[in-house]
């Protein structure tokens, strides 16, 4: 990566991972799933036409 090993781990606590500092692993941080996703009636119709259309 470009990196020395404790460039790497300062990077990855940066951005919210966690060190075990007796093993040196680094933990990722878990993402929020996001779940609040809308899909309207002439989206899904659009998809499925396509889809239709690509296995006939």
């Known amino acids: ?5 404790e460039d790497a781990t300062n990077y990855a606590l940066e951005n919210g991972w ?3 500092a007796s093993t040196k692993m680094l933990t990722v941080k878990k993402s ?3 779940t609040n996703q809308k899909l309207d009636a002439s989206k899904l119709q659009r998809l499925t036409e396509c889809v239709f259309h690509l296995e006939h």
């Not at 990566?1 to 090993?5: A, P, R």
Request: proline share 0%; charged share 25%.
């Open 1 to 5: 990566m470009g990196m020395s090993e």
């Open 18 to 20: 966690s060190l075990d």
């Open 32 to 34: 929020k799933v996001q």
